[in-house]
């Protein structure tokens, strides 16, 4: 149940946008269903979160009160006594609500602190009760300071020197995403705003969040020179900066510094364990952490090129130090979803697990080395050892993105979705700025035959596709998603456009492939979808399981191609 349901116009989404943002800030809870129009399949869901909100506002601009749907909505509202009317643009309100007060917004810049805006709570305050948004955030994950870490400037002489810049970035980021007591955005997220001119407020605006870590890094032989500077949003003002001019050996109590530096400002205070797992330094070789970083980097595309370049960034960091168990576990990733996306053969397999064996060896502590063995394991089909090591990876940092998304997707291959649902939540939970698990997640509902819960998974992570579309226009992955995912939930039109999209981008990409045929399955487009699969398999595909237990392809289990198709793959366990 909604605090607030905000009823309005589709033209004027760009204005109440940073409306619901500024209201969810203060600590309300805001229903405004964004990028879908009313249709009959959600009349149900509609009407539902509707009838529960405890106040509705009516945002009246000259577009919406032309609008059958909002006047109607306003009109039940009104009726229940939870009706909190704003208007813009001086529109002239419909006959039978002028005589209701409408807070006027007209000129209304975004800040919280303005009079309208204050006008506007204090209306709200008189529905929900007054001090209801000061009460609200008693939940654990509310009570979260929410943290960013913007990619560091290169200042380096050496255009290509980005990789270490940002891996420097991406380290510090994950050392934070270690600590309960913060909610780090994605890197995905925070990375979108590279090489913008965005300001503080606006990122942490956009991305939910109260402080931002920025920086700069300059290399020059081996010294290495990097500032950071730690910003609270609200007041666009310093909580912390500091400089660091040291030899590259430094660069790991470098980063320790930051992260340590960062908790203090915050003032959070860490148990003996959290203060432990961020004082680990994987390697002390800082030619070996370069290679790393270089690897890590080509681990986010999901295309064969790059996880091929991934691997020989991983060799390298090994040969420098061969005690590297991260590098090994990035190794035994990026075989892993190679095997899974674009390469489906016994060698990958093989590989995955040499490199996953060998980090357990070399770390039996480390959670990342346990998740990336159960990944290995899973694309073996060997689930009930796979399990195993994500319970494991979990009770060593029950913080681990990826290993509940991992666990996730090895229970939705086995067709387990009740407990692949509850991994891929607690994965969300940890991480709310990914997009690609809020489809994983509504796709186990569905099979599931949840079809409210499926919806409203599809309906929340619809405003953060937009948003990483938005920043992100060339993200193959996105774009896909976004189709499938908008198609589900009725803007069927702009859902094609965006599968056509993707298809024109990386058309010979075996998973892109694979994802439009999902989305031309669920189109009733048999046919094309069976003709995408099979290029998708002729070109590496080969992720026999899941493509049995995906609920997108259903529609085909009855062709006799589709049949065909998964018999030529064959079982992955029989080739490993």
């Known amino acids: 149940m909604a605090d607030i349901f905000v009823s309005y116009s589709r033209q004027d989404r760009p204005r109440v946008a940073p409306l619901v943002t500024a209201l969810e800030a203060q600590g309300w809870s805001v229903w405004w269903d964004p990028d879908i129009t009313p249709g009959e399949e959600f009349d149900s869901l509609i009407s539902r979160e509707l009838d529960e909100a405890r106040s509705l506002i009516v945002v009246w601009t000259p577009q919406s009160v032309e609008s059958r749907w909002v006047r109607g909505e306003a009109r039940d509202a009104a009726d229940r006594g939870v009706l909190v009317p704003i208007r813009f643009d ?309 913080h681990l993105f990826e290993a509940y998304c991992y666990y996730g997707m090895a229970c939705s291959s086995q067709g387990d979705h009740e407990r692949a649902a509850q991994l891929y939540a607690r994965a969300i939970e940890i991480n709310p700025s990914d997009f690609q698990v809020p489809m994983f997640l509504a796709q186990s509902y569905a099979s599931l035959g949840r079809r409210q819960d499926e919806m409203r998974v599809r309906l929340g992570a619809l405003s953060t596709l937009n948003q990483h579309i938005r920043l992100n226009p060339h993200d193959t992955r996105a774009l896909y998603m976004s189709a499938l995912n908008l198609f589900r939930v009725g803007e069927k039109q702009r859902a094609k456009e965006l599968a056509e999209q993707a298809l024109r981008q990386d058309q010979d990409e075996p998973v892109v492939l694979y994802n439009v045929a999902c989305f031309y399955a669920i189109q009733g487009d048999h046919e094309r979808a069976i003709e995408l699969l099979e290029k998708a398999v002729a070109l590496g595909f080969g992720d026999r399981a899941w493509i049995e237990t995906d609920s997108d392809l259903d529609p085909l289990h009855g062709h006799p191609r589709f049949a065909a198709l998964l018999a030529k793959i064959g079982p992955a366990a029989a080739v490993a």
């Open 90 to 398: 001086n529109a002239k309100l419909p006959i039978d609500f002028r005589a209701m007060h409408a807070t006027d917004m007209d000129g209304w810049s975004e800040d919280r602190h303005a009079p309208a805006f204050l006008s506007l709570c204090k209306a709200l305050e008189a529905k929900l009760g007054v001090g209801h948004h000061a009460t609200h955030k008693k939940d654990d994950k509310d009570e979260r300071i929410g943290i960013c870490v913007l990619p560091f400037v290169n200042m380096s002489t050496v255009p290509e020197d980005e990789y270490f810049s940002d891996g420097i970035a991406g380290e510090i980021l994950t050392l934070l995403a270690k600590l309960p007591q913060l909610k780090v955005a994605s890197r995905t997220s925070s990375f979108s705003f590279k090489g913008r001119q965005v300001s503080i407020p606006t990122v942490a605006r956009e991305l939910g969040v109260s402080v931002v870590l920025e920086g700069s890094v300059r290399r020059a032989g081996d010294r290495v020179r990097i500032t950071a500077q730690l910003i609270e949003a609200e007041s666009d003002s310093y909580l912390w900066s500091e400089t660091y001019d040291r030899q590259m050996k430094d660069v790991f109590a470098i980063q320790d510094d930051i992260a340590h530096s960062i908790v203090d400002a915050l003032q959070v205070t860490l148990t003996p364990g959290e203060r432990r797992s961020m004082q680990y330094v994987a390697t002390t070789n800082p030619e070996a952490y370069d290679f790393y970083l270089r690897g890590r980097r080509y681990m986010y595309s999901m295309a064969r090129r790059d996880y091929e370049h991934a691997i020989r960034m991983f060799e390298q960091a090994i040969r420098l130090d061969g005690m590297y168990a991260l590098a090994y576990a990035g190794m035994a990733d990026a075989y892993s979803h190679l095997y899974r996306y674009a390469d489906a053969s016994a060698e990958n397999v093989a590989q995955a697990n040499r490199a996953s064996e060998k980090a357990l060896v070399l770390d039996p502590q480390s959670a990342e080395a346990h998740a990336s063995r159960g990944l290995a394991l899973v694309i073996g089909e060997q689930y009930e050892e796979a399990h195993k090591e994500f319970d494991i990876a979990t009770t060593l940092n029950p």
